[in-house]
């Protein structure tokens, strides 16, 4: 009736802003101090580490472990595994598979997939391909941009398909799976450069991005160029986020992260720059490496540092949260799946700078599955919201390196495809048993 | 808050616990529903409801399965508009045509299933949809500090780290995250949906504690509760419905846990001195 009763031991009378006297804690099981846990210390660095993997956030340490094993598995069985030329050859031969897979991060990230991927890859490069031919003769600039811009396009399509009319993006990319196939034939049935469904790519920019080198000395410059700005980024950032008290790594991971991917680095450039040529000098980094990781940069910055990226993660675990939050879902979506296609086309791109031509048998049924694999290979999730364009980079390499270690030990394409399938088998376990463990956490 | 906890004590509750309605005191209640009624169809889920919640006060809103409570958060968090009354806040009548509306004027309602992202962190779900940017890029300093700052307001110390996803944390802690989501939004009023079902008994009181704490901040805190212990223990006033009637309102000091679940199963209690 007149003040409020102290019913309880909860209700203190109201004392403005402050909470004067220490709180009861009455909950905490493991009581830490303070809420702010500076990881500063290494022990409990590695500490949290462990609780997030028991939390179902493995990282990429069980993939890359799986990579080592799969390189010590055909290097002891193959000397020439780990030779320069077939290293460069894998590195040529992932780089299709890692930019299909960190396209459908962007589906696998929102909970989606996208099966044209392959398809739409096709018609990217056909347009591409078929733009530099005669009688069009496009600078390579001008056919790249078109050719990429039809990509998102159809992203964009597929994506309000999903969205606006709430179809599933199953079946809609389904759709797009046979579709796109017809439009790539009818692309080559009704270009005259196309000869037999082949339409060859001789622009020099366009075919040297795989087949072309960079020097010797471009290729150290860059790496030093590249290692540096990325140590000062990290050191940087930690520096400022340890001055600030913020949650923030040990420095001593910080610098052993630098010092491993300096070391691989290294490693890949040195590799590259070995002769491999049997009559003439061949040597270098192919271009397609700086490409494929300045993708890999350019769109881990995005889903990492800005708003959509961040809204894309929490569409994928709870789609009802982020409309609550009053995130536009549908637009966020949308554009995943623009990205998706997009980064589809870049793929294309790369698939016909290898080849020298595309073709109207372009297998895209095939090359979306070792998408969707080496996205779930390196680390993404299929139930939704976990998934990393590095996850990509390590899943490509991986089927990459199956495929071709496979190969050198003569294993058949039907050994290939089981192998693979084993592969994809135990990745997508090693996913289920994490996140069971995570939920139940 | 003006008048903190104080507001219109000595005018709320004036002795008709059975009729409910609130003499206006100097300060109005910081959201205050007259007359407000819905129906759908022949189902009158709301008949002519006098609510008044007051700023730093934890309000209870009790009753029976079917009684009118979701149907009454669900107009005051804007989700739909009531067919006849209105909604004052303070002392101005307001339409919540949205959710958006609710939120503009600093209502955030916890829905039970928290609306939380379970493989995002304490940091990242905190500002969920809100989140600060430098130079186009997240700001996630600000965003931690603010993160931190607010969490130790409201004492919630109990997380190991701000930075650990969602998925991570227990029931209470996860309302605590919830909570202090809404406090981060600067929410005026905290409609909690059942917030302590499904915890354990130590959990419950670790919510209980940071509802407390949550209104002598200031805040106003309407919860749904089917719990008369925790009600008992947290609320400052109890508004009982039964069939979507108010059949009582006023201080928690007014009522007993006996004429409450009179007044919730049949609507009427046992004329008393009161």
């Not at chain 1, 920019?205 to 410059?221: E, R």
């Not at chain 2, 009729?19 to 109005?28: C, K, L, Y």
Request: glycine share 12%.
């Amino acid at each position: 009736m007149t003040v409020p009763p102290a019913s309880g031991p909860g209700t203190d009378p109201p004392v403005g802003q402050q909470v004067a006297e220490p709180e009861p804690d009455v909950l905490t099981v493991a009581p830490v101090a303070g809420g702010e846990v500076v990881a500063d210390s290494l022990g409990e660095y590695l500490r949290g580490w462990w609780a997030r993997i028991k939390g179902g956030d493995s990282g990429v340490l069980p993939i890359l472990a799986g990579l080592v094993i799969i390189v010590v598995i055909f290097q002891s069985q193959q000397s020439v595994f780990l030779s320069s030329g077939n290293i460069v050859n894998l590195l040529t031969q992932a780089a299709v598979f890692v930019l299909l897979g960190l396209a459908e991060i962007f589906a696998l990230v929102l909970s989606e997939i996208d099966l044209s991927t392959g398809y739409v890859a096709g018609v990217g490069a056909m347009i591409i391909a078929e733009l530099l031919a005669s009688p069009n003769n496009w600078p390579w600039w001008g056919a790249v941009v078109v050719g990429l811009a039809v990509t998102a396009a159809i992203g964009a399509l597929q994506g309000t398909l999903i969205t606006r009319l709430k179809l599933p993006s199953f079946i809609v990319t389904l759709a797009g799976l046979l579709g796109w196939q017809g439009v790539l034939i009818w692309l080559a049935d009704v270009d005259k450069a196309a000869v037999g469904g082949v339409v060859r790519v001789s622009d020099p920019v366009v075919y040297n991005l795989v087949n072309g080198t960079m020097s010797p000395v471009a290729g150290w410059v860059t790496l030093v160029v590249v290692v540096g700005l990325y140590a000062a980024v990290t050191l940087g950032r930690s520096v400022r986020r340890r001055r600030h008290g913020l949650t923030t790594p040990p420095l001593s991971i910080t610098i052993a992260t630098i010092a491993l991917v300096a070391a691989v680095g290294i490693a890949l450039v040195a590799i590259c720059n070995v002769n491999r040529g049997a009559l003439v000098v061949l040597q270098g980094v192919p271009w397609v490496v700086p490409f494929v990781v300045a993708v890999v940069v350019a769109w881990s910055w995005l889903l990492a540092k800005t708003r959509t990226g961040r809204y894309m993660y929490a569409i994928g675990a709870n789609p009802e949260a982020a409309r609550r939050a009053g995130i536009n879902v549908a637009r966020v979506r949308t554009f995943g799946f623009l990205m998706c296609s997009l980064t589809a086309g870049l793929a294309g791109l790369v698939y016909e700078s290898r080849l020298g031509s595309i073709a109207t048998d372009i297998d895209g049924g095939t090359l979306v599955l070792y998408a969707v694999a080496a996205a779930v290979i390196g680390g993404a999730s299929l139930f939704g919201g976990r998934g990393k364009p590095v996850h990509a980079l390590l899943g490509g390499v991986v089927i990459a390196a199956v495929y071709n270690g496979l190969g050198l030990l003569g294993v058949t394409a039907a050994g290939q495809d089981m192998a693979t399938a084993l592969v994809l088998l135990a990745a997508v376990t090693v996913d289920s048993l994490v996140r069971r463990r995570g939920s139940t956490a | 808050m003006v008048g903190d906890g104080a507001v219109g004590d000595g005018a709320v509750g004036d002795g008709a616990v059975g009729d409910g309605v609130v003499g206006n005191g100097a300060a109005p209640p910081l959201l205050a529903l007259r007359e407000v009624s819905k129906s759908f169809g022949a189902v009158r889920a709301l008949d002519r409801v006098d609510l008044d919640v007051p700023a730093g006060q934890v309000t209870a809103l009790v009753g029976d399965n079917g009684a009118g409570k979701s149907s009454l958060i669900k107009t005051v968090a804007g989700l739909w508009s009531p067919d006849a009354g209105h909604i004052r806040w303070n002392g101005r009548t307001v339409v919540l045509r949205s959710p958006k509306d609710a939120e503009k004027l600093g209502i955030t309602t916890i829905y039970q299933d928290l609306a939380l992202c379970d493989n995002l962190d304490i940091v990242q779900n905190m500002f969920l949809g809100h989140e600060p940017r430098r130079f186009g890029v997240l700001d996630e300093a600000a965003m931690e500090l603010a993160s931190r700052n607010t969490l130790r307001e409201l004492a919630v110390t109990s997380v190991r780290s701000i930075r650990q996803p969602v998925a991570s944390l227990s029931g209470g802690q996860r309302q605590s995250v919830a909570v202090a989501k809404a406090v981060m939004a600067r929410a005026q009023l905290v409609i909690m949906d059942e917030p302590t079902a499904a915890l354990g008994v130590s959990q419950t009181q670790q919510v209980l504690d940071l509802i407390a704490r949550l209104s002598t901040q200031g805040v106003a805190v309407l919860m749904i509760s089917h719990n008369l212990n925790d009600v008992f223990e947290v609320a400052d006033r109890i508004a009982v419905l039964h069939l979507g009637r108010m059949v009582a309102t006023g201080p928690a000091a007014d009522l007993d846990r006996q004429s409450v679940v009179e007044l919730m199963t049949t609507g009427t209690r046992a004329v008393r001195g009161g």
